[in-house]
Protein backbone atom coordinates (compact mmCIF):
# COMPACT_ATOMS: atom_id res chain seq x y z
CA UNK A 1 0.00 0.00 0.00
CA UNK A 2 0.87 3.43 -1.22
CA UNK A 3 0.75 6.41 1.44
CA UNK A 4 -0.64 9.07 -0.47
CA UNK A 5 -1.17 13.09 0.53
CA UNK A 6 -3.63 14.94 -0.81
CA UNK A 7 -3.56 18.28 -1.57
CA UNK A 8 -6.29 20.81 -0.09
CA UNK A 9 -8.55 21.94 -0.06
CA UNK A 10 -10.97 19.86 -1.62
CA UNK A 11 -11.75 20.81 -4.98
CA UNK A 12 -15.12 23.13 -5.35
CA UNK A 13 -17.23 20.88 -7.11
CA UNK A 14 -16.94 18.35 -4.65
CA UNK A 15 -19.44 19.96 -1.89
CA UNK A 16 -21.83 20.81 -4.75
CA UNK A 17 -22.17 16.72 -5.87
CA UNK A 18 -21.51 15.19 -2.69
CA UNK A 19 -24.85 17.02 -1.49
CA UNK A 20 -26.93 14.95 -4.73
CA UNK A 21 -28.36 11.66 -4.39
CA UNK A 22 -26.49 10.87 -7.69
CA UNK A 23 -23.79 12.74 -7.94
CA UNK A 24 -20.62 12.65 -10.10
CA UNK A 25 -17.43 12.86 -9.18
CA UNK A 26 -16.31 13.11 -12.83
CA UNK A 27 -15.80 16.69 -13.12
CA UNK A 28 -12.61 18.10 -14.45
CA UNK A 29 -11.48 19.92 -11.43
CA UNK A 30 -11.81 16.90 -9.41
CA UNK A 31 -9.92 14.53 -12.37
CA UNK A 32 -7.05 17.43 -12.59
CA UNK A 33 -6.64 17.43 -8.32
CA UNK A 34 -6.63 13.31 -8.87
CA UNK A 35 -3.95 12.89 -11.42
CA UNK A 36 -2.02 15.92 -9.36
CA UNK A 37 -1.98 14.34 -5.94
CA UNK A 38 -1.74 10.69 -7.55
CA UNK A 39 1.34 11.64 -10.08
CA UNK A 40 -0.13 10.59 -13.31
CA UNK A 41 -0.09 7.44 -12.02
CA UNK A 42 -3.62 4.87 -11.39
CA UNK A 43 -5.03 5.50 -8.29
CA UNK A 44 -5.91 1.67 -7.60
CA UNK A 45 -2.62 -0.14 -8.39
CA UNK A 46 -0.35 2.69 -8.97
CA UNK A 47 1.56 0.99 -11.55
CA UNK A 48 0.28 2.42 -14.77
CA UNK A 49 -0.66 6.05 -16.10
CA UNK A 50 -4.13 6.98 -15.25
CA UNK A 51 -6.35 7.99 -18.23
CA UNK A 52 -6.97 11.55 -19.68
Known amino acids: MVKIERSFPAPVSLAAEAGKN ?9 VARLIKDFHNKCYICGNCSAPR
Request: negative net charge.
Open 22 to 30: NGSYEKPDV
